[in-house]
């Protein structure tokens, strides 16, 4: 019980750290005290991190995305303690779980896959990869995965380009930004050659199921608008983690 405790009080330590970078680093552009995004006053540290999370100047609240992080942290941290990943085992395992909450937190409030991210990324995935697979497959995987995203940001760019020239001065979004494409680099450095093709063929899945699912919940709230652009680092995210977390369970699949 005492064990389980520890991994629990783990679980929403990652989460608060989460949530201290996605709250800090997109607006501040580097790592600083805490403070309210309202009045940007700086905020007691047991207030941010316990109670009441509200901001005694202004009376602003902490979003309820804080709460649903450190609880999906706890259970996501219980997971890992009870069954490892096959690959990276415990302490690396919550590692990169917690490089990805990050990513994935970031991407959908601020549509931004940061550099300082991805360069965070890119240092800890070469030292995943060169563990598992040695230096060529996991120099090889991160440049394919690198240049495969940068095909299809091009492609994407190009696509926005003659929908603008059709509809005259209006804008669209991209379709993908370059911190994806740094994003699918850092995961084909965990993954390694060739894994990467597989887990970018994982992402593609995910990512138009997350697409149909993003649209249907902007048209539930009436912001949908047309060619709206969806955060894709969470689809890279899940094809890593297929491959990272489930891959027992996919070779079983695969072989039967």
């Known amino acids: 019980m005492g064990n389980l405790l520890l991994i629990v009080v783990l679980g929403w330590g990652i989460g608060a750290f989460i949530n201290y970078i996605a709250d800090v680093l997109p607006v501040k552009r580097r790592l600083s005290v805490q403070f309210c995004p309202t009045c940007e006053s700086r905020q007691p540290l047991l207030n941010y991190l316990v109670w009441p999370r509200t901001c005694p100047q202004c009376g602003t609240r ?23 990943s096959p690959v990276l085992g415990f302490p690396l395992g919550v590692l990169v779980l917690a490089y990805f909450g990050i990513v994935v937190v970031i991407d959908l409030e601020h549509h931004i896959i940061m550099h300082t991210v991805s360069l965070t990324g890119a240092l800890l995935g070469f030292g995943i990869g060169l563990r598992l697979h040695g230096l060529v497959p996991t ?4 440049v394919a995965g690198f240049m495969c995203m940068l095909l299809l940001y091009y492609l994407g760019c190009v696509f926005a380009r003659l929908i603008n020239r059709r509809r005259g001065s ?13 994003l699918s680099g850092v995961i084909g450095l965990m993954l390694g050659w060739p894994a990467i093709l597989m887990g970018l063929t994982a992402s ?5 199921l997350t697409s149909i699912v993003y649209l249907f919940i902007l048209a539930l709230t009436r912001r949908y608008r047309l060619f709206t652009a969806i955060p ?21 699949y695969l072989g039967n």
Not at 170 to 182: H, K, M, P, Q, T
Not at 240 to 251: A, E, M, S, V
């Open 62 to 84: 902490r979003s309820w995305r804080c709460w649903l992080v450190e609880v999906i942290s706890i259970v996501l941290v219980v997971w890992q303690w009870v069954e490892p």
């Open 139 to 142: 120099l090889v995987g991160g």
């Open 170 to 182: 209006e804008s669209i979004d991209e379709a993908l930004g370059f911190g994806d494409v740094n």
């Open 204 to 208: 593609i899945f995910f990512g138009g």
């Open 232 to 252: 894709y680092g969470p689809s890279l995210v899940a094809g890593g983690i297929i491959l990272l977390y489930f891959r027992d369970y996919l070779l079983a």
